[in-house]
């Protein structure tokens, strides 16, 4: 198949629920392939899969994020145009600073009873529902990091499912088939909502500051130190929320039934905080939550012996990329000793994702614990997938607990 017929499947429903035979496709026609001028493709010049070309171009700062056409008109493009995720330098590197003031090793550290307390609750819950089966992303995957996040960041827990609604909003909107003038509706309102909610939380940490980082940025802000004007306070809280517990249910999720079909894995994970660790990077390599992102060109080049022009788009398939055959042999085989560079799915460069250390912390504490006390754990009905290819992970996933340790 060329490029032209993998994309097209690959954008299809078949390619959404399982885009790996086509990153597999893609790789067969090397590490970049120029995508041919067509209606559907009109932003993209060519499509990266290998990983060396991949991090290449995002640890080049003059690869540059494009804003699309239009943004300021509306609600959801200007808040993210206005967050550290989607600018680029100076901007980026001005807002960086400020949340990098905040994601100290101190409240990284301050976080971990936080997280074991989390999981404690929510496995006495499920050992609650006794043999019955349950969803583990209800149950699990998405309360522990929204639990952990809402701590961290300051969200009043009982605001998280408000929250859930609107980030989902915003999450269908930038998968690649969701530009749609429905869609685009639905993320405005939701933006403008947590705006609203974001302006009345920061309000009452003005009056009544903690220990969360929301506290931690308002005194920065007001300090008048650091070059970060409330509006993009807001919209960096919006963004950072969504992309730093997103991803870890995702990681969860996702990370699972992969444990469970190595038994060998999930039975030894409980007290070998190395291989806990290794089964974390193993599972964001393998089912990277995040599947794409794009980068322009800052002039005429060439990527890999592909010309590009100034301005014009590369899709970079980081998901794609962590299965490049030339850097990991075996690359569909889950191995979490496996030696290696590391796995694209936090990025890699300037805009590396800031919660990286706690969406790992979260995984290396978490699985053990779950595995410890369900070492019966069982998938029972195939996996409900997302259907984005922007943000890719489990939404469903019913499980047999099949009793507690002794």
Not at 100 to 125: Q, S, Y
Not at 223 to 242: P, T
Not at 245 to 271: C, K, R
Request: glycine share 8%; aromatic share 8%; proline share 9%.
């Amino acid at each position: 198949m060329d490029v032209t017929q993998l994309l097209t499947r690959l954008y299809s429903d078949e390619g959404r629920q399982d885009p790996y035979p086509c990153y597999a496709g893609l790789h067969e026609l090397g590490p970049v392939s120029p995508v041919p001028a067509r209606a559907e493709h009109r932003s993209v010049a060519a499509v990266a899969v290998g990983y060396d070309l991949v991090s290449q171009v995002l640890r080049d700062p003059e690869w540059y994020k494009q804003p699309p056409p239009g943004w300021q008109e509306q609600e959801v493009l200007r808040t993210l145009q206005t967050s550290m995720m989607f600018v680029n330098p100076p901007d980026h590197t001005r807002m960086r600073a400020v949340f990098a003031k905040t994601f100290t090793p101190r409240r990284l550290g301050a976080l971990e009873p936080a997280v074991h307390r989390v999981v404690d609750g929510l496995l006495d819950r499920m050992a609650d529902a006794g043999e019955t089966g349950f969803d583990f992303v209800a149950e699990f995957a998405y309360p522990m990091p929204a639990l952990v996040m809402a701590e961290f960041i300051g969200i009043p827990a009982g605001e998280l499912d408000f929250y859930r609604q609107r980030v989902e909003r915003i999450d269908e909107f930038l998968d690649v088939a969701g530009k749609t003038p429905q869609r685009l509706a639905a993320a405005n309102t939701a933006a403008a909502e947590l705006r609203d909610f974001y302006a009345d939380l920061i309000a009452h940490r003005r009056r009544q500051p903690g220990e969360d980082l929301i506290s931690g940025l308002v005194e920065a802000v007001d300090s008048g130190d650091v070059g970060l004007s409330a509006d993009e306070l807001v919209s960096n809280l919006i963004v950072l929320f969504n992309a730093a517990f997103v991803t870890t249910v995702y990681m969860f999720s996702n990370g699972l039934p992969l444990l469970l079909a190595h038994p060998d894995v999930a039975a030894a994970l409980p007290g070998d905080d190395t291989l806990a660790r290794g089964a974390v990077d193993e599972i964001l390599r393998l089912e990277a939550p995040v599947h794409f992102l794009a980068r322009a060109a800052p002039r005429d080049t060439e990527l890999g012996g592909v010309p590009v022009a100034g301005d014009e788009n590369v899709l970079l398939i980081i998901a794609a990329a962590n299965r490049d055959p030339a850097r990991f042999p075996e690359p569909d085989r889950f191995d979490p000793r496996r030696p290696g560079p590391p796995s694209l799915a936090f990025g890699v460069g300037l805009h590396f994702c800031l919660g990286a250390a706690v969406s790992r912390l979260e995984g290396r504490l978490a699985l053990p614990k779950l595995l410890a006390r369900f070492p019966r754990l069982a998938v029972a009905e195939p996996p409900t997938y997302s259907g984005s290819l922007f943000l890719r992970g489990i939404d469903k996933l019913l499980v047999h607990p099949g009793g507690e340790a002794a």
